[in-house]
């Protein structure tokens, strides 16, 4: 149960990335708190993939970009819980040409896939740092240090998280805490819809997008022991497209 294991908080959990990393972690022996916006089902699918492999977990909805609801949600999960690890995966693609892009493209991008991070970061770091312990591992994206074209707003977002990684690192290290993050590729998963795919395989060096449970891994990675010694990093999950 969550009392005798470590316990991880998965945003955007329901589906995707995200559901991978819930399911790996679970695999890993946390107790694994999946966060949701709204789609119910898809979160309950993902729990009871969880419980059938012999995990733990429960549900927590709540939208990332409501900071009202976000923290009353936090501040009720820290009361029950010593969260050892929190992985920021919610996130939202709505792509155009910045000539073209209106300003609710950009709002909901940047506050979904950036914002939120203040939101969600800011009670669950001073957290940690009374325990001089846990992980924080963002996902972030190759987006957000190549830049791709009609992406204006999710490059500047995905950048940001990395820019506020580093700087997070460095604020929590001597407590233990550390912070990393893992930065997608093109993985097969709903946000690669509507991308030319076969075009773009040939443009990566592995010639094919990768699969959830690759990046999956490299959370896994960062949220175990094996890690110790590493903060402040960007771990790339990209097949080589970007070195």
Not at 35 to 45: H, L
Not at 48 to 72: C, P, W
Not at 150 to 176: D, P
Request: glycine share 10%; hydrophobic share 40%; with cysteine.
């Amino acid at each position: 149960m969550a009392d005798t294991k470590p316990v991880a908080l998965v945003t955007g959990a329901s589906r995707g990335i995200g559901r991978a990393i819930a399911l790996r972690l679970a695999r890993d022996g946390y107790h694994v708190i999946v966060n949701f916006r709204s789609n119910t089902s898809d979160a309950q699918s993902t729990l009871k993939q969880i419980r059938e492999n012999g995990g733990s977990g429960e549900l927590r909805q709540f939208d990332v970009i409501d900071r009202k609801a976000t923290g009353e949600a936090l501040a009720d999960l820290l009361t029950k819980h010593t969260l050892q690890a929190l992985v920021l995966c919610a996130g939202v693609r709505q792509d155009e040409l910045l000539v073209f892009m209106n300003e609710d493209q950009w709002d909901n991008v940047l506050s979904t896939n950036l914002n939120s991070f203040y939101a969600i970061a800011k009670p669950v770091v001073k957290h940690m740092l009374l325990n001089r312990s846990g992980r924080i591992i963002v996902i972030s994206s190759t987006s957000g240090e190549s830049g791709l074209p009609g992406q204006v707003n999710y490059s500047a977002a995905k950048a940001g998280l990395i820019g506020a990684v580093k700087a997070l690192a460095l604020e929590c290290a001597k407590r233990g805490v550390l912070v990393n993050a893992v930065t997608p590729g093109f993985i097969d998963t709903g946000m690669t819809d509507g991308l030319k795919l076969q075009e773009i395989k040939g443009k990566i060096p592995m010639n094919r997008l990768g699969t959830p449970e690759e990046v999956a891994s490299a959370v896994s990675f960062l949220a175990s022991s094996d890690s110790n010694y590493i903060t402040g990093q960007v771990i790339r999950v990209n097949g080589g497209i970007y070195l």
